[in-house]
């Protein structure tokens, strides 16, 4: 057997579908602050516990954040860039790839002056590891499955 198919075979991807629910951020303050961030923005977010919901049906995801101050729902096919519109108020070209049991997000800023980000979802039994990096600042994200 070639080693592609062995590789295969014993490799079982981690369950992405479902419902997540932040229990720690560290540095998400200096973050937002790269991302320009404006100071009440910055506290209702540091203030907020977001639940992700992700979804996935015939290739077609659905990833839905809720906090008490809003909820953002991307809609997206892998490897297929769309328009969003970020929570911050930025335009990006964004794309979602999958690496193992990874979903990477990369946002491009339309504007000029505006910021890219990346966004690295990292998935295990109890849940994801979410690293989100702009200008060489990184926040890292913990959320537990529900």
Same mark, same amino acid.
């Given at each position: 057997t070639?080693?592609?198919? &062995?590789?295969?075979?014993?490799? /079982?991807?981690? &369950? #992405?579908?479902?419902?997540?629910?932040?229990?720690s !951020?560290? *540095?998400?303050? $200096?973050?937002?602050?790269?991302?320009?961030?404006?100071?009440?923005?910055?506290? +209702?977010?540091?203030?907020? /516990?977001?639940? #992700?919901?992700?979804?996935?049906? @015939?290739?077609?995801?659905?990833?839905? /954040? =809720? /906090?008490?101050?809003?909820?953002?729902?991307?809609?997206? =096919?892998?490897?297929?860039?769309f328009?969003?519109?970020?929570? %911050? @108020?930025?335009?990006?070209?964004?794309?979602?790839? #999958? $690496? @193992?049991?990874?979903?990477?997000? *990369?946002?491009?800023?339309? =504007?000029?002056?505006?910021?890219?980000?990346? +966004?690295?979802? %990292?998935? *295990?039994?109890?849940?994801?590891? #979410?690293?989100?990096?702009?200008? @060489?600042?990184?926040?890292?994200?913990?959320? !537990?499955?529900?």
């Amino acid at each position: 057997t070639s080693t592609s198919s &062995q590789f295969n075979s014993n490799f /079982t991807m981690v &369950q #992405m579908a479902g419902s997540y629910t932040q229990t720690s !951020k560290d *540095n998400y303050e $200096e973050f937002l602050k790269a991302l320009n961030v404006g100071f009440i923005l910055r506290k +209702a977010a540091l203030a907020s /516990t977001p639940v #992700m919901t992700i979804s996935e049906a @015939g290739g077609k995801w659905t990833m839905i /954040t =809720k /906090t008490t101050v809003k909820s953002i729902e991307l809609n997206f =096919k892998l490897g297929e860039e769309f328009d969003e519109d970020t929570t %911050d @108020g930025r335009k990006c070209k964004t794309t979602v790839t #999958m $690496e @193992g049991n990874k979903l990477i997000t *990369n946002q491009k800023a339309v =504007k000029a002056g505006e910021k890219d980000v990346v +966004a690295v979802r %990292d998935f *295990n039994d109890g849940g994801l590891t #979410m690293t989100m990096t702009c200008d @060489g600042v990184t926040s890292t994200q913990t959320y !537990k499955r529900d």
